[in-house]
């Protein structure tokens, strides 16, 4: 069945980077869409970003030009880069792939 | 952007209630609208999608209804479980974008 298995939060400064990775299995990534989905604390959803299974990606206005999407096909691994971190960006981020969700990863951006 | 209100913030109500949670899509998104469920400390769970359609395994209480812009979740008969908080998103164009989230509680 569908897993999807998030890694790479932690606790970074404002304006420093950070990579999360999402370890997909029981099924092929590339032929899906895959979102990143974030919750800051007691707060609601909030859409991320996508990436097609043409590649294409799109992003919410709340981080384009500072979070990039990707994935590595050989690995079934998706990447969320994050550039330029600000407080506001602390959040659990979830993996999505047709209703399926990950556990989440949490990100705390603070001095 | 597809701007999704979702009504109201908060619902009290008791098991064995019929409770209705309704979304707003700010123009015609199709029936291209989610519903999930989310309880303290987890992820989210889908329970309709393409507005109408029960995912496996979802009890037959839970119900999705409209399309266009305005779209119901119906919860036939509360049972403990089902108090958490809900969430509906539209998926027809990019930003996809959650209603502000509806909380179920015990009343």
């Known amino acids: 069945q569908v897993q999807l298995v998030e890694s790479g939060g932690g606790v970074v400064q404002p304006g420093r980077s950070l990579r999360l990775s999402c370890a997909a299995s029981g099924f092929t990534l590339s032929t899906y869409e895959i979102h990143w989905v974030r919750q800051a604390p007691g707060k609601g959803l909030e859409w991320v970003a996508v990436?097609?299974?043409?590649?294409?990606?799109y992003y919410a206005d709340s981080v384009k030009g500072r979070f990039s999407i990707s994935r590595d096909n050989s690995k079934n691994t998706l990447y969320l880069q994050m550039n330029s971190l600000r407080v506001e960006d602390t959040a659990v981020y979830y993996c999505?792939?047709?209703?399926?969700w990950g556990q989440g990863t949490l990100v705390t951006v603070s001095s | 952007d597809i701007q999704m209100t979702q009504s109201p913030s908060t619902l009290s109500a008791s098991v064995g209630d019929r409770v209705i949670i309704t979304c707003r899509a700010s123009?015609?998104?199709?029936?291209?609208l989610g519903w999930f469920q989310q309880k303290p400390g987890k992820a989210p769970k889908r329970l309709i999608y393409?507005?109408?359609s029960l995912q496996n395994g979802v009890p037959s209480r839970f119900s999705g209804s409209g399309s266009g812009t305005e779209f119901t979740l119906t919860i036939s008969s509360l049972q403990p479980e089902d108090f958490a908080t809900y969430y509906c998103l539209q998926h027809n164009s990019y930003p996809h974008t959650f209603g502000q989230g509806t909380k179920l509680e015990i009343k």
């Open positions: 123009q015609g998104i199709r029936n291209d």
């Open positions: 393409a507005a109408t």
């Open positions: 990436i097609l299974h043409d590649g294409t990606n």
């Open positions: 999505v792939v047709t209703g399926s």
